[in-house]
């Protein structure tokens, strides 16, 4: 992060990247507090919930940037996810889905993409 040159201590771009990144941790922090405080006004789990966020972030996007290779239809399926998202909120207004069928929707579409995912990867290793 730091390097000496003509006797001189400067910062090199490795520090800027580390500031870059560890700001917008706090304020993708920040910024979901309203939204934790809208399901709970427990402190303690509003504080906890966001910790372990900023903890694990970093961390789950290594392993799944790692599965990516592995289940290779997962960004058709998280697209689709996100489609049935949008739909839900639009006709949220005047139809409201029941949170059983959302979470049969959401199961469905994981496990139609991770076993897509493995059918194509035991396709092309045989």
């Not at 799944?64 to 058709?76: C, G, K, N, Q, T």
């Amino acid at each position: 992060m730091f390097t000496r040159v003509n006797g001189r201590r400067l910062a090199t771009p490795l520090l800027a990247v580390l500031v870059l990144v560890e700001v917008s941790d706090v304020v993708f922090a920040v910024d979901s507090v309203p939204a934790v405080l809208a399901v709970s006004r427990e402190q303690f789990i509003v504080f906890a919930s966001n910790a372990f966020a900023i903890l694990g972030l970093r961390s789950l996007y290594f392993v799944l940037a790692d599965m990516r290779e592995r289940f290779v239809y997962m960004p058709l399926t998280i697209s689709s996810l996100l489609i049935f998202v949008g739909i839900k909120m639009s006709v949220g207004i005047w139809y409201h889905i029941p949170t059983v069928w959302s979470l049969g929707v959401i199961i469905g579409l994981l496990a139609f993409g991770v076993g897509a995912s493995v059918r194509h990867d035991h396709r092309n290793r045989g």
